[in-house]
């Protein structure tokens, strides 16, 4: 656990201060720079763009983790990356002719009700491919078991280069047109910043030859092709859905919701990144001891520090849009609180997505996740009708919940894994614990003072409880640590 923990550490830390540059541009700087629909247009571009990514690189991005570590040879593994870059050509070059040539057609779908989308739908094509060829690059990084500076370029680069563009907007010097162009075109450095970053770090021979395994290679591709679309589709298919049935201004106060709920997700992000190659490695490796014990210790850890966020989160919530203050938008407060619960249950799984996808039944994740879009797309469809954005966040909470109890029975029968114990019951009764106690307090009339004076008590209370029912051993050892630092 050791390179887990240090990258986990190092990540965490990027993805705290990403998360906090892009609150600022979220909460603040989009809200009151930018006009709401252009907000909800390049929320649209980028969302939709990200559900497209798996197609536009032919899933290399998983296929890179999944066969890596199983090559022996310096010349196999060059001939495997060469190829990961050459192969998604196949895709992009006959979809780009495919989409100039019914151009037209296809804009007027997407802006059927939105007609601000027509002139930009070519943007969306730009965009999943800068997306698609970064993660390719970081992939390549990531079984080199270096994850910390993708994750700077992915999590800071492109927060920070919007932060400039938007004040830019405030000056006059962009207009809100020319800021949905300029956000392509950071969306385009930061993929070029990813490519000379994983030269550096393994620079291949170049070989124009195909791998050996090329057959068993574009098979799980064409599977993780569906299956990494089906799961963009989960994330992304609310922000996608909901300009075509509602104003697009929504979107903005769809996005500004769950951008505040995916704080939750801020631990599992950055373990993720170098718990996926471990665990791929290990599946590879028939270590399967060692993939257990990771799927429990990520499982309650994450639980842990998804917890507190949830907490921190929701039970300062309308404070934090007061402090926004725009009226509008805090129709949103109750998606934070729905996302937020769908974020914990996705803790939960800890490292069961990756065993699956690395396992020889990785053809299950994909018939699981096209399940899941299919009944995501089919739920929002209904509940957005219903209840707006409200019932778009519904639709994903329901999905995630059913399909990740789905996962954890799947994983448990068929290699006998399992990620709970009795401390996750306890765990879990914590949170609703303190949710319901803290729900009405209120330590001081000023709306900052009261949420920073909230929050101390809500950690000082959990951290103690936590340890002192001893649910997590990275907590004992953080205290440990503390204490053994105090009597030095």
Same mark, same amino acid.
């Given at each position: 656990m050791g390179i887990v923990l240090? %990258?986990?550490?190092?990540?965490? &830390?990027?993805? @705290?201060?990403?998360?906090?540059?892009? $609150?600022? #541009?979220v909460l603040f700087l989009y809200t009151h720079f930018l006009h709401e629909d252009y907000f909800g247009l390049i929320t649209f571009i980028l969302s939709t763009g990200n559900i497209l990514l798996p197609l536009m690189v032919f899933g290399m991005n998983h296929t890179i983790i999944k066969f890596y570590s199983s090559y022996e040879q310096k010349i196999d593994r060059?001939?495997?990356?060469?190829?990961?870059?050459?192969?998604?050509?196949?895709?992009?070059?006959p979809l780009g002719l495919i989409g100039a040539y019914s151009y037209e057609t296809i804009a007027s779908w997407l802006s059927k009700e939105n007609v601000l989308i027509k002139e930009y739908t070519w943007y969306i094509f730009l965009v999943a491919i800068f997306m698609g060829y970064f993660e390719v690059f970081y992939s390549w990084t990531k079984v080199q078991f270096n994850? /910390?500076? $993708?994750? @700077?370029?992915?999590?800071?680069?492109a927060r920070v280069c919007v932060s400039v563009l938007l004040f830019f907007v405030y000056l006059g010097e962009l207009s809100d047109?020319? @800021?949905? *162009?300029? /956000? *392509? +075109?950071?969306?385009?450095?930061?993929?070029?910043?990813?490519?000379?970053?994983?030269?550096?770090?393994y620079m291949p021979k170049i070989l124009f030859r195909l791998p050996e395994n090329i057959r068993e290679i574009m098979s799980f591709s064409m599977y993780i092709i569906i299956a990494g679309s089906a799961s963009g589709i989960l &994330?992304?298919?609310?922000?996608?859905?909901?300009?075509?049935?509602?104003?697009?201004?929504?979107?903005?106060?769809?996005?500004?919701a769950v951008y505040i709920a995916s704080v939750v997700a801020i631990p599992s992000?950055?373990? !993720?990144?170098?718990?996926?190659?471990?665990?791929?490695?290990?599946?590879?490796? %028939?270590?399967y001891d060692e993939v257990r014990s990771l799927y429990k210790q990520t499982s309650i850890n994450l639980l842990v520090v998804g917890g507190l966020f949830f907490l921190l989160i929701n039970l300062n919530v309308i404070d934090l849009y007061q402090l926004i203050?725009?009226? !509008?938008f805090t129709k949103g407060i109750g998606v934070v609180l729905i996302i937020s619960f769908a974020k914990l249950v996705e803790l939960a799984l800890g490292t069961g997505n990756a065993i699956l996808v690395n396992s020889k039944y990785f053809r299950i994740f994909f018939y699981l996740s096209l399940a899941m879009a299919i009944s995501v797309i089919l739920l929002n469809h209904w509940l957005i009708s219903v209840i707006g954005i409200h019932g778009a966040a519904l639709a994903t909470f329901i999905v995630v919940l059913c399909y990740s109890i789905i996962k954890i029975v799947y994983i448990k029968r068929k290699v006998q894994m399992q990620p709970f114990s009795m401390k996750t019951l306890y765990l879990l009764l914590l949170?609703?614990?303190?949710?319901?106690?803290? @729900?009405? +307090?209120?330590?001081?009339?000023?709306? &900052?003072? #009261?949420?920073? &004076?909230?929050?101390i008590l809500i950690i000082f209370c959990y951290l103690f409880l936590v340890k002192l029912m001893r649910i997590s051993d990275a907590v004992e050892g953080m205290f440990q640590f503390i204490k053994s630092r105090k009597n030095q």
């Open positions: 240090r %990258q986990s550490f190092s990540n965490t &830390l990027i993805l @705290f201060l990403g998360f906090a540059i892009g $609150g600022i #541009n060059d001939a495997f990356l060469m190829s990961s870059l050459l192969i998604p050509l196949f895709v992009i070059i994850s /910390v500076v $993708g994750n @700077f370029i992915r999590e800071i680069f047109e020319d @800021f949905i *162009v300029a /956000v *392509v +075109i950071v969306y385009g450095a930061r993929a070029l910043l990813m490519k000379l970053y994983a030269f550096y770090v &994330l992304e298919i609310d922000k996608f859905m909901i300009p075509q049935m509602e104003k697009i201004a929504e979107v903005a106060y769809y996005s500004v992000r950055a373990m !993720q990144q170098i718990t996926t190659p471990i665990t791929a490695d290990g599946m590879n490796n %028939q270590r203050n725009k009226p !509008q949170i609703i614990g303190m949710y319901v106690g803290f @729900f009405f +307090i209120e330590l001081s009339s000023n709306i &900052l003072m #009261n949420m920073v &004076l909230k929050s």
